[in-house]
């Protein structure tokens, strides 16, 4: 028996669910079923689907009475909590997740919606709007057969094994999607993390992107260069940065190819029959009849009616010209090269094509705008071409220095503090390195899970009681376990910390957090 | 048919033979009442239902005449408790001369509500300034007028929806049974909407207790048959208002017992609002409360600040009548304890004393004379009644004498006039009236030096900490920005004594407003602190635009301090030790210590 039928067995108290509708469809008796646009798990009886989506709409409909404004944001029951997120107008994403003991189910819905966002910002970077496939296909199986694999792929991530696999990769049974909780609260989803690079470092990367620049010659070429899974460089706008490095950091980096293929190795361990890239896809085998029309294992360049998988995974690899290659574009026909992939930019509104290329820790994304290529598949590679012979000696250069200013995964660390450092206006973030917050108990994490909660309403309050005004908070607590647990917020700038071995009195925590601020962020966190 | 489907959604279920989540919540349409999308005709079609559906229940609630109406409550109320009671109605035969009780405070406003809802001219005023200030504008304790407002609202109306907190109780068949602002009866479709959406989670297997939408929440509260909601804009955290419903409902079982249950039992479609007739005012002033009164999140009373002797003759003659059978004996000036005494192991919750000082204090009748009063402690005994005699000493001062036999009304009438008698000897009641003028911690009194106490914090008291005896003079000093270090306010609870002391309002924290900005930081800060999991947490410093707070939270007392924002963290705290230091110092006169019946 393959992996289906173990997780299917297992499948039966699902620990998330997650759909999106379309409030304007399915307004008759009997036409519900058109409203859903998406749901996982698929496999989920239609009338508990239905059951979800009436609730969904019941409430959105019932607090616009009093919120026009701001419909449901989140329902908080017992045993469940729902997170909305209105993606386009219309559009509903609600995802819903079990409260159980068991996987210490506590989390920040802010954190939740985050990835409800995200997932959609990467849908639309590369399929467009979800608004805009309904357009064109009122049918809905267009929209329907995009997101289906798309959001299955992406939920991919999210797969965890059970708490037994860190000992032993066969217990698969387990499985499960699990959500960030309260054990993420030093991370934020939707931001970059950007490489620390010296001065001479920075201006060899000066001068690679400034090289791309002029080698696509009249294209409004854009370029996003990152070292490991940080970002060096962008000449994107924040929101198409955000997606890209997002991307990039799931799919691309050297890491992200890596553990692709790794992951494949142990999640196929002494199974051949089902091969879809993420066991999740085959965990909903029966897929219901509105995503019969999806052809999620046909083999590339089948047919118009292919789907494209953005997310699917362990489908790039990299080149023997150190370009990465994938075939989930399908083919030309004619020459059997594979398509190079697009994307959408969100602030131009352009089709790119986007290419990447890799030398060693160093990736090297640029985009170029679909419509000022001439001739297809063989424009782009004299481009690529073009390219590499023009910057490969810089990319050498600036990898080397790179590669010698690094200071490895806990380069971010800082001695005694874990922290999360976020600036809003950039979306830029860092944090302490995840095998240093891990040290942490699960009290002190709590406590400042439950602090954000706090600092996310404050600043939602903020936003809609005084637009433009930004919220000034500073806030210091001595949990019971005797940690601090620090949130600041100011001038767009947020920053939170635990001190776990820290001295009892305020004024020594709040020493800590000034030295911090002045040594790390630049004095913005300071109060003096 | 049609007029019973949407008060009760539920009850359609068993007839409808397919029932879909559109139609059980097919009411939630109710916002495109008005709203620019109600295109589709499906949607005008649930908006038709709904409003005949209001029409019938209107009809229905008009039939029984209001006599009719009154008689079967008190039906219900007697036949529970097995007992001829004195109160509830007006035309009680058993009264008798000058001498008799007056009616419960409620029984009597029964007649008066009716007639507000037809707009008197007095009420309309009320209103119009209700208006203006009492949904966050400038509203202030003195310009808060008790009772119901915007009789004339529903959720059409676009001045509801704004109203910046609603709370409603209702039956689990979706009847309507209070309403903050506007018209129960009119609200039936709206009452049925909620109902219609916590049954819809509950058939789900789950239980829904809050929905959030931008500023606003909405919280849930299922106390068996009984639905309470609550749906706010303001800043204040979940389990602030989780626990207000809590309140609201204890306030609910204070009228009734939680024996009305029954009732819901036998009749699942039992109407409630004619046995709460009249109550209005006690809920809206509850409710009030929850916007100035720490008692209502703190979960401990406070005590009006008295000389320890001086309290210590109220406690004694308030022994001395416990021990001929009275439950409870209590001595209160406006929301303020003077001296509580409690029969052998029985204790009194703060909560219970919070509900019934409101209670009492709503009810206007209460003041005009000696009353003899069914109630029931939530936190006592949420199924029985006890019979509360009530008597006012002057406008602020009243003694409430709690009993379990309801025969007791001569004997507690004659132990009251023993209180009373000594209380005028013992000028007790002068001292209170003094207490009352002079108010009781300020931050501008703060000591400033470790100076030997003299155990007395108020120039009225005899003693003043001060070198000079210019306390007036002292507090131009600071030229009205606090005390110290920019101490602008704070609250002490004495975790064992269940009481809290809170420093009287000076500038800067002036205006009403002001005020409940700050009362809404602490409720904050309270709920940040015991964040249920992990809490209580030690200590938390918190700095925003408007103050710096401190908390500190010890097994003995949790202190909560308001300081300007601009203040120093180090100088802060200094002073956040120097209120302890004070506050124990003078530990007499601000808290009942040891008269008390809690049993440790």
């Known amino acids: ?528 | 048919m049609t007029s019973e489907t949407s008060p009760s959604v539920s009850g359609d279920e068993a007839s409808d033979p397919k029932p879909s989540p559109e139609d059980q919540l097919a009411s939630l349409a109710l916002s495109e009442t008005d709203g620019p999308a109600s295109g589709s005709p499906r949607e005008n079609n649930r908006h038709n239902e709904i409003e005949s559906a209001e029409e019938e229940v209107q009809t229905n609630s008009a039939a029984p005449g209001l006599a009719v109406v009154e008689n079967s409550g008190e039906a219900v109320r007697r036949g529970r408790i097995g007992g001829v009671l004195w109160a509830r109605t007006n035309s009680e035969p058993e009264a008798d001369g000058p001498e008799s009780p007056s009616s419960s405070g409620y029984a009597g406003e029964r007649g008066s509500s009716s007639a507000s809802s037809a707009g008197s001219g007095i009420y309309e005023i009320a209103e119009v300034r209700d208006d203006e200030v009492v949904d966050g504008v400038s509203d202030s304790q003195a310009a808060w007028v008790p009772g119901k407002r915007h009789v004339d609202e529903d959720d059409a109306s676009i001045s509801w929806r704004k109203r910046k907190k609603h709370y409603f109780i209702l039956s689990n068949s979706g009847k309507p049974i209070y309403s903050r602002h506007g018209d129960e009866h009119k609200l039936a479709g709206f009452s049925a909407t909620l109902q219609a959406i916590i049954s819809f989670v509950e058939n789900g297997g789950d239980r829904v207790k809050l929905v959030r939408a931008g500023k606003h929440q909405v919280v849930f509260l299922v106390k068996g048959p009984i639905y309470l909601v609550c749906i706010s804009c303001t800043e204040e955290p979940y389990e602030s208002l989780r626990m207000q419903l809590e309140l609201i409902y204890g306030q609910m079982l204070l009228i009734l017992t939680k024996s009305v249950n029954r009732c819901f039992e036998k009749n699942p479609k039992f109407d409630m609002t004619p046995l709460l007739g009249g109550t209005d005012v006690v809920f809206s002033s509850l409710i009030h409360s929850f916007s100035w009164n720490p008692a209502t999140f703190l979960h401990a009373y406070t005590c009006l600040p008295l000389a320890y002797a001086t309290r210590q003759a109220a406690g004694a003659i308030l022994q001395d009548v416990a021990d001929s059978g009275v439950l409870f004996a209590i001595l209160m000036c406006k929301h303020k304890v003077i001296s509580l005494v409690g029969a052998q192991k029985a204790s009194l919750h703060p909560d219970d004393i919070l509900l019934l000082s409101n209670f009492v204090m709503a009810s206007e009748s209460f003041r005009t004379s000696e009353s003899f009063s069914p109630i029931c402690l939530p936190r006592y005994n949420p199924m029985a009644f006890l019979y509360a005699y009530v008597h006012y000493f002057d406008i602020d001062t009243y003694l409430m004498l709690l009993t379990t036999s309801s025969e007791a009304f001569y004997h507690l009438k004659d132990c009251r006039i023993r209180i009373e008698m000594v209380l005028l000897k013992s000028s007790v009641l002068s001292e209170i009236q003094r207490s009352m003028l002079d108010g009781g911690m300020r931050v501008e009194e703060l000591p400033l030096d470790p100076l030997p106490r003299s155990g007395s914090f108020s120039p009225h008291l005899g003693q003043h900490t001060l070198p000079t005896d210019s306390p007036d003079g002292f507090r131009e000093l600071y030229g009205g920005i606090g005390g110290p270090a920019g101490l602008w306010h704070f609250i002490y609870r004495s975790i064992f004594l269940d009481q809290y002391v809170s420093s009287e309002f000076s500038a800067p924290i002036s205006s009403p407003r002001q005020q409940k900005r700050l009362y809404r930081a602490y409720q904050k800060l309270y709920a940040s602190m015991h964040e249920r999991g992990i809490g209580p947490h030690k200590t938390q410093f918190r700095r925003d635009e408007n103050y710096v707070l401190l908390c500190w939270v010890t097994q003995d007392f949790e202190l909560y301090a308001a300081f300007d924002p601009l203040a120093d963290k180090a100088l802060a705290i200094k002073t956040c030790n120097r209120v302890c230091q004070w506050v124990k110092d003078v530990e007499n006169e601000i808290f009942l210590l040891g008269a008390s019946p809690f049993s440790w």
């Open chain 1, 1 to 528: 028996m393959g992996l289906a039928s173990a997780s299917t067995a297992s499948g039966a108290p699902e620990g998330m669910q997650l759909c999106i509708f379309d409030l304007r469809r399915g307004q008759n008796e009997g036409q519900e079923l058109d409203k859903i646009l998406f749901f996982y798990p698929a496999d989920l009886p239609f009338s508990a689907q239905f059951s979800v989506i009436g609730l969904s709409e019941g409430l959105i409909t019932f607090t616009r009475i009093f919120s026009p404004e701001a419909a449901c944001d989140a329902i908080e029951a017992e045993r469940h909590s729902h997170v909305f997120c209105e993606a386009e107008p219309d559009i509903w994403m609600v995802m819903i997740v079990e409260k159980s003991k068991e996987y210490e189910a506590m989390w920040r819905t802010d954190a939740l919606r985050k990835v409800l966002k995200e997932v959609h910002s990467l849908f639309v970077m590369f399929h467009g709007s979800i608004r805009a496939m309904l357009d064109k296909d009122p049918g809905g199986v267009l929209a329907r057969s995009h997101l289906y694999p798309f959001i299955m792929d992406y939920l991919g991530a999210f797969e965890k094994r059970s708490p037994f696999d860190e000992c032993c990769w066969d217990f698969l049974v387990g499985k499960k999607l699990l959500m960030p909780s309260f054990r993420d609260c030093l991370k934020e989803r939707g931001t970059v993390q950007m490489l620390t690079v010296g001065r001479e470092a920075a201006i060899e990367v000066q001068s690679l992107v400034r090289v791309l620049e002029s080698c696509a010659g009249t294209l409004p070429c854009h370029s996003l260069i990152l070292f490991q899974d940080l970002l060096v460089s962008s000449t994107l706008s924040p929101d198409d940065t955000v997606n890209l490095f997002a991307y990039a950091v799931l799919r691309l980096t050297p890491r992200a190819l890596s553990s692709g293929a790794s992951s494949w190795s142990y999640l196929r361990k002494g199974t051949t029959s089902n091969v879809s890239s993420s066991s999740i896809l085959s965990h909903s085998g029966a897929v219901p009849e509105q995503f019969h029309s999806l052809h999620d294992n046909s083999p590339a360049g089948d047919d118009s009616s292919h789907v494209i998988r953005p997310l699917k995974q362990g489908k790039w690899s990299k080149g023997k010209d150190g370009f990465l290659a994938t075939d989930i574009w399908g083919a030309e026909p004619s020459t059997g090269v594979s398509a190079t992939p697009t994307v959408f930019l969100r602030q131009t509104e352009e089709r790119m094509f986007l290419c990447a290329h890799q030398h060693k820790s160093l990736t090297l994304i640029f985009l170029i705008p679909v419509s000022s290529v001439l001739n297809g598949e063989q424009g782009v590679s004299t481009v690529k071409q073009q390219v590499l012979e023009s910057v490969s000696l810089k990319l050498l250069k600036v990898e080397e220095k790179l590669s010698k200013g690094w200071g490895g995964e806990n380069a971010y660390h800082v001695s005694g503090y874990r922290y999360l450092l976020v600036d809003g206006d950039r979306n830029v973030s860092r944090a302490s390195p995840p095998g240093k917050v891990i040290t942490l108990s699960k009290e002190s994490l709590l406590a400042l899970s439950k602090l954000r909660e706090e600092v996310d309403s404050e600043k939602s309050r903020a936003q809609w009681d005084s637009a433009g005004h930004e919220k000034e908070l500073e806030v210091s607590i001595r949990a019971k376990n005797n940690a601090w647990v620090i949130a600041r917020v100011t001038r767009g700038k947020e920053l939170y910390m635990v001190l776990e071995k820290a001295n009892e009195t305020l004024l020594y925590a709040s020493d800590a957090v000034e030295k911090f601020s002045n040594r790390y962020c630049s004095g913005a966190f300071s109060l003096n």
